[in-house]
């Protein structure tokens, strides 16, 4: 069994920075080929932010996200953080984390295992 925690949102001010992080644990990381962010809006679908490969440097963003966010990982942790500056208002959302056991994809049904979700919420 995988279970995957997310922790670190919380409501901030436009212009501010938060890290979430993601714990992962159940099984060991040499099986997953990647980790991937996405977040929900009120009255919204799910989306895709971020994407990092569990070994090697490869790394996808949203546009909506490209230069404010960074997505990184700490294999010997088990964790996956999701570096975000300079928030909007528009990145209020349930943010999520997701482990995809065989590929590198922004496709959410592609992935196997998610988190709770941890809220975000950023006044103008």
């Known amino acids: 069994q995988v279970a995957l925690v997310e922790s670190g949102g919380g409501q901030v001010q436009a212009g501010d920075s938060l890290r979430l992080s993601c714990v992962i644990s159940?099984?060991?990381?040499?099986?997953?080929?990647?980790m991937g962010w996405f977040r929900q809006a009120p009255g919204k679908e799910r989306q895709f932010v971020a994407v990092?490969?569990?070994?090697?440097?490869?790394?996808h963003y949203a546009d909506s996200v490209k230069g404010r966010f960074t997505i990184s990982r700490d294999n010997a942790k088990n964790t996956v953080y999701l570096q975000m500056n300079s928030l909007k208002p528009e990145d209020t959302a349930v943010y999520y984390c997701?482990?995809?056991?065989?590929?590198?994809?922004?496709?959410?049904?592609?992935?196997?295992?998610w988190g709770q979700g941890t809220q975000v919420t950023v006044s103008s």
């Open positions: 997701a482990v995809d056991r065989s590929g590198y994809t922004m496709n959410q049904a592609e992935y196997d295992y």
């Open positions: 159940g099984r060991t990381f040499s099986s997953y080929a990647a």
């Open positions: 990092i490969r569990w070994s090697g440097d490869d790394t």
